[in-house]
């Protein structure tokens, strides 16, 4: 990104160099794959949520 003859690499390209690792497309895969990450373990955390709820209700059932 240019502006008024000055040239804006970016934050990460700014702190760590031009590389692979610092490219647009590589920090957006991880940001995806980062979002991916936590959607699925929130939904893992929720399936075992009720797992845990009926399991609960089981053993009050066997118990009386």
Known sequence: ???KGTTHMGVLQEWFG???LT???FALLIVARF????LVMLR??????YYTQMH????I???K
């Open 23 to 25: 490219s647009r497309a």
């Open 61 to 63: 059932w066997l118990i």
């Open 56 to 59: 609960k209700q089981r053993t």
């Open 18 to 20: 031009i590389n692979w």
């Open 44 to 49: 893992r955390v929720g399936q075992y949520y």
């Open 35 to 38: 979002i991916m990450f936590a």
């Open 1 to 3: 990104n240019e502006s």
